[in-house]
Structure formats: structure tokens, C-alpha cells
């Protein structure tokens, strides 16, 4: 905390410092800098904050953050439907939308299977995606594949080894990106090129 600033400041630091990837240094220099260049940063961004909390939901269909339920991406009649994506978040699936190489539609799981952090199925979206597979009310027809965009990590790949069990026993082809994506990586810093080529040499799960 900075020791000499009012309690707004403080609150402001402590706010920003809860940010993945801030810390209270990193959060002292972003405060500094919003007040700073208070009618070019802060102001427009406390208006783009309040906006975006007063309009964004989540899909009901797949998760996404969205202004709109359903979202533009599940509402969007060229994409194919048979064709679905599970990733771990929103910002996986906003990698794979950079890379234009997807064409389907996406799942957001909202997390990973991890014995040590206590999440199992029932704290994921799986019986939403199994339910979309087999064709349920949501599911917009009975899915062909399902690619799992998981991360390459411990969690990741058991994550991906329980779904494939689950969508196998559901009779629908599972597969998984390919190992252009390294191991321990994370989809939302990946550059386009290694997702694109990742999708094109998917396999089997």
C-alpha cells in the first residue's frame, strides 16, 4: 500500500493488485499512471468498467463473456455446430479466434479437474457439454468432434484424458491439439501460427 495515499488510492492499488499477473509494485505503477493521465486512462476506463458490468453475461450456451446470450459466436449460422472446442477459459478461446483457423463452435469449461485444489466434475461444465454432444435442448444437434484446447500441464492433461473418456462412451470423435503447443504453455499467449498449426495436426485423444 502506499503509505501517504488516501483510502480511494488504496483502494484502487488493492483492486489492481488482485489482477492476474499485477502485485502490489506492478499496482502501485498502474495507479500512478491512471491518475496521471486521469481524463485519458482512468476516467474512460471507470465508464468502459461500469458499461462492461452492467452489459456482459455469460453465454448460456458455451460460457463466453458476451454482450449478448446467445453469443455472437454461438449465434453465428455459418460456423458449424458439429464442431465443437473445449478449452479451459474465455482467454484460450480468444486465442483460438485470433488464429482464424476454427471454424466450429466452443465449450468453456471454467476450470481444470485438480485433486489438490479440490475442483472436480462437478465444479467444471461437463455435463453441459456432454449434454450439447448428445444433442440436448442447447446443443443445437449432435456433435461429430470435439477438440480439446486444453493446457499442456499436469491438470491440463488430465483434464482432457477424463473428457475423452466421457465423450468416447458419448460416441463422438475426440480429439487434441497437436504438440505444437509446448509443454506447460498456455493457449492465450501462444502466437497465431503455433495454434494454427497445433489445429491442423490435431489427433485422436
Not at 69 to 96: F, H, K, Q, Y
Not at 145 to 172: F, I, K
Request: aromatic fraction near 2%; charge should be neutral.
Amino acid at each position: 500500500m502506499a503509505a501517504s495515499a488516501g483510502p480511494e488510492i488504496e483502494r484502487l492499488i488493492s483492486l489492481l493488485a488482485k489482477l492476474p499477473g499485477m502485485g502490489p509494485r506492478s499496482a502501485r505503477r498502474a495507479a500512478l499512471a491512471l491518475l496521471k493521465r486521469r481524463e485519458q486512462l482512468l476516467v474512460p476506463l471507470a465508464a468502459s468498467l461500469t458499461e462492461t458490468a452492467a452489459k456482459v453475461v455469460n453465454c448460456s450456451i458455451c460460457a463466453a463473456p458476451d454482450t449478448r446470450d446467445p453469443c455472437s459466436i454461438c449465434s453465428d449460422t455459418s460456423r458449424d455446430n458439429a464442431l465443437i472446442c473445449v478449452v479451459e477459459e474465455a482467454g484460450a478461446l480468444w486465442a483460438m479466434e485470433r488464429s482464424g483457423a476454427f471454424r466450429g463452435k466452443y465449450h468453456v469449461l471454467g476450470g481444470l479437474l485438480s485433486a489438490l485444489d479440490g475442483v472436480g466434475p462437478e465444479q467444471l461444465r461437463i455435463a453441459e457439454l456432454i449434454g450439447r454432444v448428445r444433442g440436448g435442448e442447447m446443443g443445437g444437434g449432435e456433435a461429430r468432434e470435439v477438440v480439446l484446447a486444453l493446457p499442456a500441464t499436469v491438470d491440463g492433461q488430465t483434464t482432457a484424458h477424463y473428457l475423452a473418456e466421457r465423450l468416447s462412451a458419448a460416441g463422438v470423435e475426440v480429439t487434441s491439439l497437436a504438440r505444437g503447443v509446448p509443454v506447460g504453455g498456455e493457449l492465450d499467449w501462444l502466437d497465431d501460427g503455433t495454434i494454427i498449426q497445433a489445429l491442423r495436426a490435431r489427433r485422436p485423444a
